[in-house]
């Protein structure tokens, strides 16, 4: 019987955020704050995490990762990490201090990993929204990058793009706005439990549920 629940409960998961990933298209979001699919280019077709983007109390934008699905290693799409004490490190950016070398501030799962940008609204709503001089940090290795971002569509898509010195030779990824309630079910779904493993792994981090577990690395 639990069986059969867990598997009805994910396919309704799965047609809520098939059915809902789209649903602004008619909208016209003049912001980037709320709730984003970000893909890696690594593992094309698949959402890598989701990211919140917020304004900061000093009104420039910031972000962050609300909960993550996988990453890659040597190609393969694994277990996401629980920290990243041995990379993200610490320093001061963009006026922001950062210290990721101690739990729980090391967290990936929450991790504050965009800050500083600055909005460019278009002269009479005309052109996209820009955001510039902002500052991304790269959980993998712990460098911070130069950030701008760009919505399009509507403000259904967001271009982020992470660069040193020249924008043009940076490296840009393409977001894709959720709802914040599909983006509630998926942090609840496959986020962290309260006892700081992810649901579908043991306390070693050894997959003990495979239907969440492709379930939460497969959203798309």
Known sequence: M?????????????FFVTTNTYSFVEK???SAEGFWLQYS?????????????????????????AV??????KKHVVVPDISCAHNCGKGSTNGYT????????SQVEGLKIIWGLIESKPVATKGPITYSDGSILDPVSGRVYSCK?????NGTILKAT????????????TWK??????????????????????PYTDEKGKINDEALWKFCSHVN
């Open 41 to 65: 280019d690594q593992a094309s077709g698949k959402a890598q995490s989701v990211i919140q983007i917020y304004r900061d109390k000093n009104g420039t934008i910031s972000g962050k990762i």
């Open 149 to 153: 971002a760009k919505l399009k569509k």
């Open 28 to 30: 016209n979001h003049l």
């Open 68 to 73: 993550p699905f996988f990453k890659v290693e």
């Open 2 to 14: 639990n069986i059969v629940f867990n598997l009805i409960s994910l396919l309704t998961i799965a």
């Open 162 to 173: 992470g660069y040193i010195f020249i924008p043009w030779f940076g490296r840009t990824q």
């Open 98 to 105: 950062y210290d990721y070398t101690t739990m729980p501030a």
């Open 177 to 198: 706005r959720i709802d914040d309630s599909t983006a509630k079910k998926l942090i609840s779904k496959c986020g962290l439990t309260l006892k700081g493993f992810y």
